[in-house]
């Protein structure tokens, strides 16, 4: 039988995620917080099941069968998550534990090269923690400095502020794609020629944009690209750092060991080429091969109509949450992704956590890893509950009904 | 410094606990033993009071008189501070070998509210109750 994939249906699609048919303290499980991680369908848990179950050996180097098919899925992987997002080539694709490392392995390998003393790095008021800290750490060690860009109340990049700032010893703008406290998605299409034009070069953060809507790193023309599986429905553990490839090449390796190197003898080592010179150590291949099933689920529906999906339960949630009263809003930029971030009048944001979780109603509560955000805005965190593309009304619905026992029970 | 370990011990706890049976009323009365927990000075919710959680914030405060030591905690959200209570109820006023002795996870386990000491929960919690257990070690 042939199913017609250009329509979205949220009710078959929610039957491949195995982990929502459950209960949570006698409740069903309302699943809402996906900008932490999203669940698993059943055909990346199958991947990565059927991986060790029937594939598993170390790749690129066995001289027998099961090597070689290990490494032609793990190679296979590397194809499909390439042309994702539209990597000229392969090789540009590197295979990370997640977003954080590919932050990381920019700012030591790229930083420590190509930044000195009142360099700057600019990064936005809103980032997570992970795009600010591992900046800091190579400001350290180079005497570079990491400026924040200004944040509109609304959670909006200010861009003439941003005009402002760039001058030629900015070398880096590194910017997330969307704020993942606030769900705010930045114009990265109009700050990347600014930041070029200035001389810069421009490192995106999609960890929270990936499973949202398709990117394109030639199209977006930006110089660095990092992503995690674990937010795009694949595993844990693994995720990618897409680069230029002449940036690449000119980046001494992050980490050494085996697979990285070409020739090691003790007079000289010769390192690899791309990809391998970013990737010592055996990898993350059942992850790999679970993150590329990931992204074959991604691409059997139609993308477009999930993130209509996706929008309109947001509109529904906050015109709802706007009716209870007492939830204040934070984060009102008109482009945003299905994250909602409130405070609470009567209570901290932590109580109203606890309280949804009694009711089997998950949803993150806090900083978010993204301090100086709150602190600008002089709150402690908040409450965020951020939609996935199988969550439906009912889910909302039940959010509402908490939302509204808490309101009783803490106001 | 407050009623609690003197007044309200952790026996009387549990016995109120055990007739809830709806988590409602478990957490209500929480909330309002965190209410009965004296506010605390100002002048005390400061960087070396805290005790570091990822969500709500946690002040201790303790002293120690002749051979008992006395906590006063405070947080900004109401359920960790009625845990804050359950917690006192359990080490106020004790000398540092009873606090020792406590078994707090076996007190916890009784409350039905274990999960609140897990590390995951980020409450500042469980920070508290080993920022005690060491100020009774250093007590000795």
Same mark, same amino acid.
């Given at each position: 039988?042939?199913?017609?994939?250009?329509?979205?249906?949220?009710?078959? @699609?929610?039957?491949?995620?195995?982990?929502?048919?459950?209960?949570?303290?006698?409740?069903?499980? $309302?699943?809402?917080?996906?900008?932490?991680?999203?669940?698993?369908?059943?055909?990346?848990?199958?991947?990565?099941?059927?991986?060790?179950?029937?594939?598993?050996?170390?790749?690129?180097?066995?001289?027998?069968?099961?090597?070689?098919?290990?490494?032609?899925?793990?190679?296979?992987?590397?194809?499909?998550?390439?042309?994702?997002?539209?990597?000229?080539?392969?090789?540009?694709?590197?295979?990370?534990?997640?977003?954080?490392?590919?932050?990381?392995?920019?700012?030591?390998?790229?930083?420590?090269?190509?930044?000195?003393?009142?360099?700057?790095?600019?990064?936005?008021?809103?980032?997570?923690?992970?795009?600010?800290?591992?900046?800091? %750490?190579?400001?350290?060690?180079?005497?570079? #400095?990491? =400026?924040?860009?200004?944040?509109?109340?609304?959670?909006?990049?200010?861009?003439?502020? !941003?005009?402002?700032?760039?001058?030629?010893? $900015?070398?880096?703008?590194?910017?997330?794609?969307?704020?993942?406290?606030?769900?705010?998605?930045?114009?990265?299409?109009? #700050? @990347?020629?600014?930041?070029?034009?200035?001389?810069?070069?421009?490192?995106?953060?999609?960890?929270?944009?990936?499973?949202?809507?398709?990117?394109?790193?030639?199209?977006?023309?930006?110089?660095?690209?990092?992503?995690?599986?674990?937010?795009?429905?694949?595993?844990?553990?693994?995720?990618?750092?897409?680069?230029?490839?002449?940036?690449?090449?000119?980046?001494?390796?992050?980490?050494?060991?085996?697979? %990285?190197?070409?020739?090691?003898?003790?007079?000289?080592?010769?390192?690899?080429?791309?990809?391998?010179?970013?990737?010592?150590?055996?990898?993350?291949?059942?992850?790999?091969?679970? !993150?590329?099933?990931?992204?074959?689920?991604?691409?059997?529906?139609? *993308?477009?109509?999930?993130?209509?999906?996706?929008?309109?339960?947001?509109?529904?949630?906050?015109?709802?949450?706007?009716?209870?009263?007492?939830?204040?809003?934070?984060?009102?930029?008109?482009?945003?992704?299905a994250v909602m971030s409130f405070?609470?009048?009567?209570?901290?944001?932590?109580?109203?956590?606890? #309280?949804?979780?009694?009711?089997?109603?998950?949803?993150?509560?806090?900083?978010?890893?993204?301090?100086?955000?709150?602190?600008?805005?002089?709150?402690?965190?908040?409450?965020?509950?951020?939609?996935?593309?199988?969550?439906?009304?009912?889910?909302?619905?039940?959010?509402?009904?908490?939302?509204?026992?808490?309101k009783m029970f803490l106001a | %410094?407050?009623?609690?370990?003197?007044?309200?011990?952790?026996?009387?706890?549990?016995?109120?606990?055990?007739?809830?049976?709806?988590?409602? =009323? *478990?957490?209500?009365?929480?909330?309002?033993?965190?209410?009965? !927990?004296?506010?605390?000075?100002e002048a005390y919710k400061t960087?070396?009071?805290?005790?570091?959680?990822?969500?709500?914030?946690?002040?201790?405060?303790?002293?120690?008189?002749?051979?008992?030591?006395?906590?006063?905690?405070?947080?900004?959200?109401? #359920?960790?501070?009625?845990?804050?209570?359950?917690?006192?109820?359990?080490?106020?006023?004790?000398?540092?070998?009873?606090?020792?002795?406590?078994?707090?996870?076996?007190?916890?386990?009784?409350?039905?509210?274990?999960?609140?000491?897990?590390?995951? *929960?980020?409450?500042?919690?469980?920070? %508290?109750?080993?920022?005690?257990?060491?100020?009774?070690?250093?007590?000795?």
């Amino acid at each position: 039988m042939v199913i017609a994939l250009s329509d979205f249906d949220v009710a078959a @699609i929610r039957k491949q995620f195995p982990i929502l048919q459950q209960e949570v303290n006698g409740h069903p499980l $309302v699943y809402l917080d996906n900008a932490a991680t999203t669940q698993k369908p059943e055909s990346v848990i199958d991947a990565i099941a059927n991986y060790y179950r029937y594939d598993n050996s170390n790749v690129h180097r066995g001289a027998h069968a099961l090597s070689d098919r290990a490494t032609e899925k793990f190679e296979g992987a590397r194809v499909q998550l390439a042309q994702f997002i539209n990597a000229p080539a392969k090789e540009q694709l590197l295979w990370t534990r997640g977003t954080t490392e590919g932050i990381n392995v920019v700012a030591a390998s790229w930083g420590r090269a190509n930044l000195s003393a009142g360099d700057r790095v600019l990064v936005s008021a809103m980032e997570h923690h992970s795009n600010i800290v591992p900046w800091q %750490m190579v400001a350290e060690a180079t005497g570079a #400095i990491v =400026e924040p860009i200004a944040v509109t109340a609304e959670g909006v990049i200010d861009l003439s502020a !941003l005009r402002e700032q760039l001058d030629e010893r $900015v070398k880096m703008v590194a910017l997330g794609h969307v704020s993942n406290a606030l769900g705010s998605i930045n114009p990265v299409a109009d #700050i @990347i020629p600014l930041a070029h034009a200035a001389g810069a070069k421009v490192l995106i953060d999609a960890a929270q944009s990936i499973a949202h809507w398709p990117l394109d790193v030639q199209a977006l023309d930006c110089d660095f690209l990092v992503f995690s599986g674990h937010k795009m429905f694949g595993p844990t553990g693994i995720g990618a750092l897409y680069g230029k490839r002449e940036l690449l090449e000119a980046m001494p390796p992050y980490q050494g060991g085996g697979e %990285m190197i070409e020739s090691v003898s003790f007079a000289g080592t010769i390192y690899n080429q791309l990809p391998y010179k970013f990737e010592a150590g055996t990898p993350n291949i059942a992850g790999a091969i679970g !993150l590329a099933a990931a992204v074959s689920f991604l691409q059997s529906f139609d *993308r477009e109509a999930a993130d209509r999906h996706e929008q309109a339960l947001l509109r529904s949630a906050e015109q709802q949450l706007q009716a209870l009263g007492g939830f204040p809003l934070v984060g009102t930029s008109r482009e945003k992704t299905a994250v909602m971030s409130f405070t609470c009048d009567f209570a901290h944001p932590q109580d109203v956590g606890m #309280i949804l979780d009694q009711q089997g109603v998950a949803v993150r509560t806090g900083n978010h890893c993204a301090q100086p955000i709150m602190d600008q805005f002089g709150i402690p965190g908040t409450v965020r509950a951020s939609f996935s593309l199988y969550n439906n009304e009912d889910d909302v619905a039940k959010l509402m009904a908490a939302l509204a026992k808490a309101k009783m029970f803490l106001a | %410094m407050s009623e609690f370990g003197t007044e309200i011990t952790s026996a009387d706890i549990i016995d109120t606990l055990s007739f809830f049976d709806g988590w409602e =009323e *478990r957490y209500k009365y929480i909330i309002d033993l965190g209410k009965e !927990l004296p506010e605390l000075d100002e002048a005390y919710k400061t960087e070396s009071f805290l005790v570091r959680g990822c969500q709500s914030q946690v002040w201790l405060v303790s002293e120690q008189r002749d051979d008992r030591l006395f906590f006063a905690a405070d947080s900004d959200a109401f #359920i960790v501070k009625g845990l804050l209570a359950v917690v006192l109820a359990a080490y106020n006023g004790k000398t540092p070998a009873d606090i020792q002795a406590f078994d707090i996870d076996g007190y916890f386990a009784e409350l039905n509210l274990l999960n609140h000491l897990s590390a995951t *929960r980020g409450n500042g919690l469980k920070s %508290m109750v080993q920022r005690i257990q060491q100020i009774a070690a250093a007590a000795h």
